[in-house]
Each structure stands twice: as C-alpha cells, then as structure tokens.
C-alpha cells in the first residue's frame, strides 16, 4: 500500500486530518473528535504525520509514533506561508500536509514525557516566583499605609514579618494584622514549595551532568 502523507491540525475537541497519496490526490478530508483520534490513526497503514509545533503536539506525536506512523512537528511560522484560503481547520490542515512535505522544513524534536516534565518544573518555579513577588510587593504596600518601610530586598521581608507578628507593636492594628498574617502564611508556603523546585532542579542537573560525562 503506497503511503499516506496527513496533516493533523490539532484542537481541544475537535481536530481535522487532510491527507494525500503519493501523487498528491487528497483522499482523507475529515473532523475527529478527540475520542476518535487514536482509533482513527491505528486502522492506518504506517504514514508520515505533520503537526504544527503547539502545547498538545509532543503528546499527540508519542501517541502516533506508538502506532508506527513517522511524526514531524514543524514550527506554525513555518506553515504559515502554505495556507491558501481563509484561516479554518480545514485549510490549516491541508497547509500542514503540504508543509511537511517541503525538503527544506526546518523540524522540532519530539519531547519526551520526561523532557517535558523538566520544562514544566522551570516553569511552575518561575511562577511561583512571581506569585511570591506579587505578595511581597502587597506586604509592603499594606504596611506603607500604617507608615512602617523596610529596605529593598527579600532579607529586609523578615523584619516586616516579625513587625506584624508582634502582638505588642502598637502600629499594627489587629485587624490589619490578621490580614497581613494571611500573606505571610501564603509567603512561607510559597517560599518551601520554590526551594522543593530549587532543589529538584540542582539535583536534575548533577543526574543530567552525569549522564553526559557517562556517555562521553
């Protein structure tokens, strides 16, 4: 059987297949259902798969490449220029299997699921980091109302910290205090939860440094 060359224009629920023979007559033009994906791909005989380069395709190309298809993720900048009408699935899925077929696409490596979880532990951290800056930033502000400033600096939060903590600090009314302890107590789970991730990550890299010096 000749084979098949498809471009899968992912979605959340819905997605849409555009395939060709060899001579390039289209012969599959239709919608899934995200249930239907994966049984639709396995009655397939073995073929060449393009996706755009998004948040789902590194999932949807380890399901594929599973089922013995060839998959190539492409950047969408770079399948841009192949779209020929109006901007819908069915058009950018017809531009992903035309792309995918081009000699000088520049492809994107298909991550691991491990790959993946080291970018989502940079990027949870990162978050977590500014949602500590976000907190700081309203101690600070708050306690400028009462007229009590520190220096700049996360070393200079302890003493804002142990000014609301003490009871007897006339400056702080109790009711401000409450609030304010609130934010501290956010800033103290923050503050475990990003030195977890610090250390996971120093931990990744020494494991990942090794592995390196191992295979050299």
């Not at 297949?17 to 919608?31: K, M, P, Y």
């Not at 994966?38 to 998004?54: D, I, K």
């Not at 401000?176 to 923050?190: E, N, S």
Request: proline share 4%; charged share 25%; aromatic share 4%.
């Amino acid at each position: 059987m000749k084979r098949i060359t498809i471009g899968f224009d992912l979605a959340k629920h819905v997605f849409q297949v555009h395939g060709i023979d060899e001579s390039g007559a289209v012969i599959i033009r239709r919608r899934l259902r995200r249930s239907e994906v994966s049984g639709f791909f396995r009655t397939l005989e073995p073929s060449l798969v393009g996706m755009e380069a998004c948040a789902t395709s590194h999932f949807w190309a380890r399901e594929l490449l599973a089922l013995g298809h060839e998959v190539r993720l492409m950047p969408p900048s770079y399948v841009k220029p192949y779209v020929k009408r109006g901007k819908n699935d069915a058009a950018d899925a017809q531009a992903i299997c035309e792309a995918v077929t081009r000699p000088t696409m520049r492809f994107v490596p298909v991550k691991s699921a491990t790959q993946q979880s080291v970018l989502m532990l940079h990027r949870v951290r990162d978050l977590l980091i500014r949602q500590r800056t976000m907190l700081v930033n309203a101690l600070r502000a708050q306690l400028s109302e009462l007229g009590i400033i520190a220096a700049k600096g996360m070393a200079n939060i302890k003493v804002l910290t142990a000014i609301v903590r003490d009871e007897s600090d006339g400056r702080v009314p109790p009711l401000a205090r409450m609030c304010l302890t609130v934010i501290i107590k956010q800033l103290g789970d923050l503050e475990a939860r990003i030195a977890n991730l610090t250390l996971n990550n120093l931990i990744l890299r020494e494991v990942t440094a090794l592995h390196a010096s191992d295979s050299r």
